[in-house]
């Protein structure tokens, strides 16, 4: 199964225009953004739903695993994490959720750099933003860095246009507002994807945006 798997093009995936596929667990089910392989594909990154009282069997992050809760209450053996903590399992970790209310969360799997070993925990709802010294119209919050990768969760201004060079990929996911990018319009959970060399160029709506966004990590995957 490929979906959106050459990162030398642009990809995008529009959160109501996609479906949601039951996974081989009761109760869990994915919205798959890229994907090069089947079930155990190497490295997907995938929107996954946890209905009230469903559980994944445990795992072993083999290659890392990193995701952000967009809803709800994700849960597993070593503690709650709810809407808007961003967490990284370092390669060679293991969990087995088991969510209570249900949630959603946004996953990225076998993506960590070698040496890319720290543990991270980030509640960004009780984070504040830090002003962006080289744009005016970006707040931000430092999820992660490493080497050339960098994570962040990042407030757009409204009627703003957003620049933004591309020497490594980038990667958004639109958490709450609304961006147009190319005369398309991207609202909540929204993913859009962009090669190297191709510069972010985007306008905020009346309400701006806030934007999860990866930058710098497809270089070392090409």
Same mark, same amino acid.
């Given at each position: 199964?490929?979906?959106?798997?050459?990162?030398?093009?642009?990809?995008?995936?529009?959160?109501?225009?996609?479906?949601?596929?039951?996974?081989?667990?009761?109760?869990?089910?994915?919205?798959?953004?890229?994907?090069?392989?089947?079930?155990?594909?190497?490295?997907?990154?995938?929107?996954?739903?946890?209905?009230?009282?469903?559980?994944?069997? $445990?795992?072993?992050? #083999?290659?890392?695993?990193?995701?952000?809760?967009?809803?709800? =209450?994700? !849960?597993? %053996?070593?503690?709650?994490?709810?809407?808007?903590?961003?967490?990284?399992?370092?390669?060679?970790?293991?969990?087995?959720?088991?969510?209570?209310?249900?949630?959603?969360?946004?996953?990225?799997?076998?993506?960590?750099?070698?040496?890319?070993?720290?543990?991270?925990?980030?509640?960004?709802?009780?984070?504040?933003?830090?002003?962006?010294?080289?744009?005016?119209?970006?707040?931000?919050?430092?999820?992660?860095?490493?080497?050339?990768?960098?994570?962040?969760?990042?407030?757009?201004?409204? $009627?703003?246009?957003? #620049?933004?060079?591309?020497?490594?990929?980038?990667?958004?996911? =639109?958490? !709450?507002? %609304?961006?147009?990018?190319?005369?398309?319009?991207?609202?909540?959970?929204?993913?859009?994807?962009?090669?190297?060399?191709?510069?972010?160029?985007?306008?905020?709506?009346?309400?701006?945006?806030?934007?999860?966004?990866?930058?710098?990590?497809?270089?070392?995957?090409?």
């Amino acid at each position: 199964m490929n979906i959106n798997s050459d990162l030398t093009q642009s990809a995008k995936v529009f959160f109501n225009a996609s479906t949601w596929v039951p996974s081989p667990l009761k109760g869990v089910s994915r919205k798959m953004l890229e994907r090069d392989g089947a079930e155990f594909a190497a490295t997907p990154t995938t929107l996954v739903n946890y209905d009230a009282n469903s559980y994944f069997t $445990n795992h072993v992050h #083999t290659g890392g695993e990193e995701f952000l809760v967009l809803a709800g =209450v994700f !849960a597993d %053996e070593h503690g709650d994490y709810p809407v808007g903590t961003y967490k990284r399992n370092p390669v060679g970790t293991e969990h087995a959720p088991i969510v209570k209310d249900g949630c959603m969360i946004i996953v990225k799997l076998g993506q960590f750099q070698n040496g890319d070993d720290q543990d991270v925990t980030i509640n960004t709802a009780s984070q504040a933003f830090i002003q962006d010294e080289h744009r005016v119209a970006v707040q931000y919050q430092l999820l992660h860095a490493f080497k050339q990768e960098i994570v962040r969760l990042e407030r757009w201004a409204p $009627n703003s246009q957003i #620049t933004l060079d591309n020497t490594g990929g980038i990667e958004v996911l =639109v958490v !709450a507002g %609304e961006l147009n990018h190319q005369g398309e319009s991207f609202k909540s959970l929204d993913w859009l994807r962009l090669p190297v060399g191709e510069a972010l160029d985007i306008t905020t709506s009346a309400d701006g945006c806030t934007v999860w966004i990866k930058t710098g990590h497809h270089s070392y995957r090409l």
